[in-house]
């Protein structure tokens, strides 16, 4: 089994079938990123480039969008959402 968190988060998207992260930004109607924008996970041959694991997206979001010193828009909405419900 694998022992690093990046592996268990990979393998719980792919056997669970969890929303990717282009699902999850057409939900939230924010801008959604391309394959191009994820080329590295291309050579797995599994599709990642398209159906992105959610925590694995969030990351090159903040990358891309603030190069990596705050959270993109997908991962700013997910945090304030979780805030906004505690605070309920």
Do not use: C, M
């Not at 079938?17 to 191009?36: C, D, F, H, K, Y």
């Not at 996970?41 to 398209?50: A, K, M, S």
């Amino acid at each position: 089994l694998p022992t690093a968190l990046p592996q268990r988060n990979l393998l719980r998207h792919l056997t669970w079938q969890l929303p990717s992260g282009q699902s999850i930004a057409r939900e939230l109607n924010a801008p959604v990123l391309g394959g191009t924008d994820f080329a590295e996970l291309r050579d797995y041959r599994l599709g990642l480039e398209h159906h992105t694991p959610l925590w694995y997206y969030v990351l090159r979001e903040a990358a891309l969008a603030t190069g990596g010193q705050r959270l993109g828009p997908v991962g700013a909405r997910i945090v304030a959402e979780v805030i906004v419900g505690l605070l309920k």
